[in-house]
């Protein structure tokens, strides 16, 4: 019995492993999201059956949920050099010729690769078996990140094929995709936290948090690039080494490219730099790599940087301007961030006149003056920050405020190790207009009318002064705003009560509860199907369910056992809001029983009301194509789901079409 019991665990890990393969390296999946997560919640379930067959690399092990107390160091077998850079192709040109003058006029190849903006790693994999990953550090040691490196699904942790070698080192790059990027800063702009700069600064943050359960929800990837040390066979070439390391389930770049001569490198990198916005992934250059490993042994390494190899740089998206002023706005949870008041400049084809400084530590560690000129950056041509001053002009140090600029009340770190400050005055006016403002949002309870002018116009009045006060807001109330008459107020209560009858899901998400974002809101409503049943859960309730790590639970917790979080819902149900989820009635049509994914902008609704339209219509949702796939909604500006359904012959539709579909019984 127990033997059989092994049997199938392993065959299952075998599966799995294949599956990951097929979906991470060839881009080829093989079955659908749901049928891998079913393997995934079998094998779970048997681990937890029969523990003493459960092992490290098993796939189960990506989702640990244990928080680290910190980071040991580890020594790297072989040194991770950084590269030297070069701005031109006249730059990269003289380089070439102190390669072919090294090399004695000897034939030589180059293997060109993107140069991804994402934080370098280093994997060691004992006889096959992912052992220890880590970051660069100093070069010679790094810190060991492994349980985070285990959450990547791209990192396999068992090697697959033949002859592998006994130990190896393969570097690489951890990256977060742009969607990903924007995604996370959504979630951190709804609870009230600090932005990250850029995908690099947000992975970076993912790799070294202490808790891997919330590193394992920031959908980090990994693609190799590097072979460190080793024992046994490796190849003689790159470019052999990057196809030897993809066959063992490792991924790596497929814009590689073997370049026979420097006039190929040069059109390679001419063609990037204007596609370099094309990659699901930020580049910042191409990186270019003598092809054969003895000849990378003949030229060598300087005291820092291989001579084999070198960084062509992209031009910056930079510019230099004057700080006029440094304000601080308070967001929903409380957080103060501070942001850079600029003297407008142009940068990138956008004039940009306000940056984010993310905390006070990054303005001290600046060293900051209100005056100072400074060089700023469009991060990811989005996000706006400043790089560094380049010209000390302001005569006084910034000293951060002691009180919010709101309340007037103090603000503190609630923990040491805490970046933020935050105000912790649940009154604090500023706090209460952005809690409104979540609360009547699109993706929330969808109050239409209900934005930030009027928000803003109803506190000062002090007609609301409470989200439970919306539900008493009267017609008389909103004719006291400015420019409400009479269709505009009744426009409003319409919305309200509309609201009323919103999913449990919305109002979960509406409460604003610290980490809990619309899939967590949407699998609480599900798991728990009334909100009362959710205020009871404990910690270890909560923990049950995959999807919730503990900093989530405790957050629950920590939300509903405070008075007036239970008054708000109890003043919510007395106002006629639906606190139980209400069971569909699916609405059978063309889609029922099929996959659907979406890519691109739709114009007519958003992403997560369209993927609702779809599950009311009893088919599935999922966010990856596969061969499974039924049908691919492609808006504006597809991105690469858009190739790969085309690649595995997925039918493609515009969204009036999907709208067909749903409207076709």
Same mark, same amino acid.
């Given at each position: 019995?127990?033997?059989?019991?092994?049997?199938?665990?392993?065959?299952?890990?075998? $599966?799995?492993?294949?599956?990951?393969?097929?979906?991470?390296?060839?881009?080829?999946?093989?079955?659908?999201?749901?049928?891998?997560?079913?393997?995934?919640?079998?094998?779970?379930?048997? !681990?937890?059956?029969?523990?003493?067959?459960?092992?490290?690399?098993?796939?189960?092990?990506?989702?640990?949920?244990?928080?680290?107390?910190?980071?040991?160091?580890?020594?790297?077998?072989?040194?991770?050099?950084?590269?030297?850079?070069?701005?031109?192709?006249?730059?990269? %040109?003289?380089?070439?010729? $102190?390669?072919?003058?090294?090399?004695?006029?000897?034939?030589?190849?180059?293997?060109?690769?993107?140069?991804?903006?994402?934080?370098?790693?280093?994997?060691?994999?004992? +006889?096959?078996?992912?052992?220890?990953?880590?970051?660069?550090?100093?070069?010679?040691?790094?810190?060991?990140?492994?349980?985070?490196?285990?959450?990547?699904?791209?990192?396999?942790?068992?090697?697959?094929?033949?002859?592998?070698?006994?130990?190896?080192?393969? %570097?690489?790059?951890?990256?977060?995709?742009?969607?990903?990027?924007?995604?996370?800063?959504?979630?951190?702009?709804?609870?009230?936290?600090?932005l990250f700069a850029n995908p690099r600064n947000a992975t970076s943050g993912s790799l070294k948090l202490l808790d891997s359960s919330i590193t394992a929800k920031r959908q980090l990837k990994f693609l190799a690039h590097s072979l460190g040390a080793y024992h046994g066979q490796a190849g003689v070439s790159q470019w052999g080494f990057l196809k030897k390391i993809k066959d063992w389930g490792i991924p790596v770049d497929i814009n590689s490219r073997l370049c026979r001569n420097f006039e190929e490198v040069v059109a390679y990198c001419s063609k990037w730099q204007e596609l370099r916005d094309k990659p699901s992934y930020e580049i910042d250059g191409i990186v270019i790599k003598l092809n054969n490993f003895r000849q990378q042994q003949v030229l060598g390494f300087t005291a820092k940087s291989p001579r084999w190899a070198v960084a062509y740089k992209f031009p910056a998206r930079q510019a230099t301007t004057e700080i006029l002023d440094i304000k601080v706005n308070v967001g929903r949870t409380g957080v103060i961030t501070p942001t850079a008041q600029l003297k407008p400049v142009e940068c990138s084809g956008v004039v940009i006149s306000n940056a984010t400084l993310h905390n006070f530590d990054?303005?001290?560690?600046?060293?900051?003056?209100?005056?100072? %000129?400074?060089?700023?950056?469009?991060?990811?041509?989005?996000?706006?920050?400043? @790089?560094?001053?380049?010209?000390?002009?302001?005569?006084?140090?910034? $000293?951060?405020?002691?009180? #919010?600029?709101? #309340?007037?009340?103090?603000?503190?770190?609630?923990? !040491?190790?805490?970046?933020?400050?935050? #105000?912790?005055?649940?009154? #604090?006016?500023?706090?209460?207009?952005?809690?409104?403002?979540?609360?009547?949002?699109?993706?929330?309870?969808?109050?239409?009318?209900?934005? &930030?002018?009027?928000?803003?116009?109803?506190?000062?009045?002090?007609?609301?002064?409470?989200?439970?006060? @919306?539900?008493?807001?009267?017609? &008389?109330?909103?004719?006291?705003?400015?420019? /409400?008459?009479?269709?505009?107020?009744? *426009?409003?209560?319409?919305?309200? &009560?509309?609201?009323?009858? %919103?999913?449990?899901?919305?109002? @979960?998400?509406?409460?604003?509860?610290?980490?809990?974002?619309?899939?967590?809101?949407?699998?609480?409503?599900?798991?728990?199907?009334?909100?009362?049943?959710?205020?009871?859960?404990?910690?270890?309730?909560?923990?049950?369910?995959?999807?919730?790590?503990?900093?989530?639970?405790?957050?629950?917790?920590?939300? /509903?056992?405070?008075?007036?979080?239970?008054?708000?819902?109890?003043?919510?149900?007395?106002?006629?809001?639906?606190?139980?989820?209400?069971?569909? +009635?699916?609405?059978? *049509?063309?889609?029922?029983?099929?996959?659907?994914?979406?890519?691109?902008?739709?114009? +007519?609704?958003?992403?997560?009301?369209?993927?609702?339209?779809?599950?009311?219509?009893?088919?599935?949702?999922?966010?990856?194509?596969?061969?499974?796939?039924?049908?691919?909604?492609?808006?504006?500006?597809?991105?690469?789901?858009?190739?790969?359904?085309?690649?595995?012959?997925?039918?493609?539709?515009? !969204?009036?079409? /999907?709208?067909?579909?749903?409207?076709?019984?």
């Amino acid at each position: 019995m127990l033997a059989e019991i092994k049997n199938k665990i392993q065959q299952l890990k075998e $599966r799995i492993r294949k599956h990951d393969y097929h979906y991470y390296v060839l881009s080829q999946p093989l079955i659908s999201d749901k049928e891998y997560d079913d393997l995934l919640r079998q094998l779970r379930s048997l !681990e937890d059956k029969y523990p003493n067959f459960k092992t490290d690399d098993s796939p189960t092990q990506r989702l640990s949920s244990g928080i680290s107390e910190g980071f040991k160091t580890v020594k790297h077998n072989a040194g991770m050099f950084s590269l030297d850079n070069t701005y031109s192709i006249n730059e990269l %040109r003289l380089w070439d010729e $102190r390669v072919r003058k090294g090399l004695g006029n000897e034939n030589y190849e180059y293997v060109v690769e993107l140069k991804i903006d994402g934080v370098s790693a280093n994997l060691t994999y004992n +006889k096959g078996r992912l052992d220890v990953g880590a970051t660069r550090g100093d070069g010679t040691t790094g810190e060991d990140v492994t349980p985070n490196i285990k959450t990547i699904r791209s990192i396999p942790l068992v090697l697959f094929g033949k002859n592998l070698p006994d130990f190896l080192e393969v %570097r690489g790059e951890v990256y977060m995709d742009k969607k990903d990027f924007l995604k996370v800063n959504e979630d951190r702009l709804i609870e009230g936290e600090a932005l990250f700069a850029n995908p690099r600064n947000a992975t970076s943050g993912s790799l070294k948090l202490l808790d891997s359960s919330i590193t394992a929800k920031r959908q980090l990837k990994f693609l190799a690039h590097s072979l460190g040390a080793y024992h046994g066979q490796a190849g003689v070439s790159q470019w052999g080494f990057l196809k030897k390391i993809k066959d063992w389930g490792i991924p790596v770049d497929i814009n590689s490219r073997l370049c026979r001569n420097f006039e190929e490198v040069v059109a390679y990198c001419s063609k990037w730099q204007e596609l370099r916005d094309k990659p699901s992934y930020e580049i910042d250059g191409i990186v270019i790599k003598l092809n054969n490993f003895r000849q990378q042994q003949v030229l060598g390494f300087t005291a820092k940087s291989p001579r084999w190899a070198v960084a062509y740089k992209f031009p910056a998206r930079q510019a230099t301007t004057e700080i006029l002023d440094i304000k601080v706005n308070v967001g929903r949870t409380g957080v103060i961030t501070p942001t850079a008041q600029l003297k407008p400049v142009e940068c990138s084809g956008v004039v940009i006149s306000n940056a984010t400084l993310h905390n006070f530590d990054e303005i001290e560690r600046l060293g900051l003056r209100i005056g100072d %000129r400074v060089l700023i950056e469009r991060a990811g041509d989005v996000i706006p920050k400043v @790089i560094k001053v380049v010209e000390q002009k302001g005569r006084t140090a910034y $000293r951060k405020p002691e009180e #919010c600029p709101a #309340c007037g009340e103090k603000i503190v770190k609630e923990k !040491e190790e805490d970046v933020a400050y935050r #105000c912790i005055n649940s009154d #604090c006016p500023a706090q209460l207009e952005r809690k409104l403002l979540h609360f009547g949002s699109r993706d929330a309870m969808d109050i239409e009318s209900l934005g &930030e002018a009027v928000i803003d116009n109803l506190v000062k009045l002090e007609l609301l002064n409470s989200i439970e006060g @919306i539900y008493k807001l009267k017609y &008389e109330d909103l004719l006291k705003l400015e420019l /409400f008459k009479e269709k505009k107020a009744n *426009n409003l209560l319409s919305a309200i &009560e509309k609201s009323k009858n %919103r999913p449990l899901e919305r109002l @979960i998400f509406a409460l604003g509860i610290r980490h809990v974002g619309q899939k967590a809101a949407y699998t609480l409503a599900q798991k728990f199907g009334d909100i009362r049943k959710l205020m009871q859960a404990t910690t270890g309730d909560l923990m049950n369910i995959p999807e919730i790590g503990p900093v989530m639970a405790e957050s629950i917790v920590d939300y /509903f056992s405070l008075k007036q979080n239970k008054k708000l819902i109890a003043e919510l149900e007395k106002s006629g809001l639906k606190l139980r989820s209400v069971q569909a +009635k699916i609405k059978m *049509n063309k889609l029922t029983g099929k996959t659907v994914v979406f890519t691109g902008e739709l114009s +007519k609704l958003s992403r997560r009301e369209a993927e609702g339209l779809v599950r009311r219509s009893g088919g599935s949702a999922s966010s990856s194509v596969s061969k499974k796939t039924d049908f691919l909604v492609a808006g504006e500006n597809s991105g690469t789901k858009f190739n790969k359904a085309k690649e595995l012959g997925v039918r493609i539709i515009t !969204e009036k079409e /999907f709208f067909s579909l749903i409207d076709s019984l």
